[in-house]
């Protein structure tokens, strides 16, 4: 009798993430593009704004 073992396939695709940080209700992210070419922290500011659930889920499409 031969014994045969099935491979197990699993997808490898990770979750895109990006470092940010706060200081004075100012979001900042990192460049990355600046930190593969120089390794000093290089931070642009963004604007951001916090959105309660209950907007988020007034735009929610039900069908």
């Known amino acids: 009798?031969?014994?045969?073992r099935k491979k197990?396939?699993?997808?490898?695709?990770?979750i895109d993430t990006q470092r940010v940080f706060t200081e004075n209700n100012q979001v900042f992210v990192k460049n990355i593009a600046s930190y593969k070419a120089n390794p000093k922290s290089e931070w642009s500011p963004i604007t951001f704004k916090w959105v309660s659930i209950e907007k988020v889920q007034d735009c929610l499409v039900l069908e």
């Open 1 to 4: 009798m031969i014994n045969r």
């Open 8 to 14: 197990k396939r699993y997808a490898k695709k990770g």
